[in-house]
């Protein structure tokens, strides 16, 4: 397995960056909580990897540490989740919030994650558990990232805002903008509204 890449950061867009290493091109999915730790672009970066394969494709997926391709390997051993999903999660919440609800058997926080039920949040915490022992952990008491606090419908509007170019910190003002109006909004309302007020 290919355990890291290393070389300049060619693109970087909220689910997918670009890595130049000596002329090669790797495209490699990524998870908004990757995205968010990334340098500028034309930058160096180094990223652990995950090869996918299957029989007709082989995807790249791109992880900022350990600790968050460990989750994402130990996510693709439940039955029902694969690596579309397994990203899903991560981007849904920061590995250090993901982790402390599976230890504490929070189905709620999990179930909060678009695509995870009630049932797949039982099976995170069941499966999961004893995993976490295992995983390499390199979490810090850094400040839980500001999208966790803009719900599930906040998180999709700011990835749609982000992949339209706009910057983190500019895209969470219109987003609380928006809820602060305190309308149940569908996300395409919240995100022409959150054009709007950008």
Known sequence: ?????????????????????????????ISLSTYQKLPEQDSEVELKTYLHVREDVFQFYGFFDDTERDL??????????????????????????????IQT??????????????KTAQRLIVELKDKLKSIRFELGGEEEDSKQ???????????????????????????????????????EEMIKQALQAI
């Open 149 to 187: 606090t803009l719900g599930v419908s906040g998180e999709e509007v700011m990835m749609a805002l982000l992949s339209l170019g706009y910057g983190r910190a500019q895209a969470e003002r219109a987003i609380r903008k928006v809820q602060q109006n305190g309308h149940s909004l569908t996300v």
């Open 72 to 101: 994402f390997t130990g996510l693709l051993g439940i039955s029902g989740i694969g690596p579309k999903l397994a990203q899903t999660v991560l981007s849904g919440m920061s590995a250090e919030k993901l982790v402390k609800a």
């Open 1 to 29: 397995m290919l355990e890291y890449i290393r070389g300049r950061l060619v693109t970087k867009q909220p689910m997918l960056a670009v890595v130049d290493v000596n002329g090669l091109g790797y495209a490699l999915k």
């Open 105 to 118: 058997g929070d189905e709620a926080t999990l179930s909060s994650i678009s695509g995870i039920g009630k």
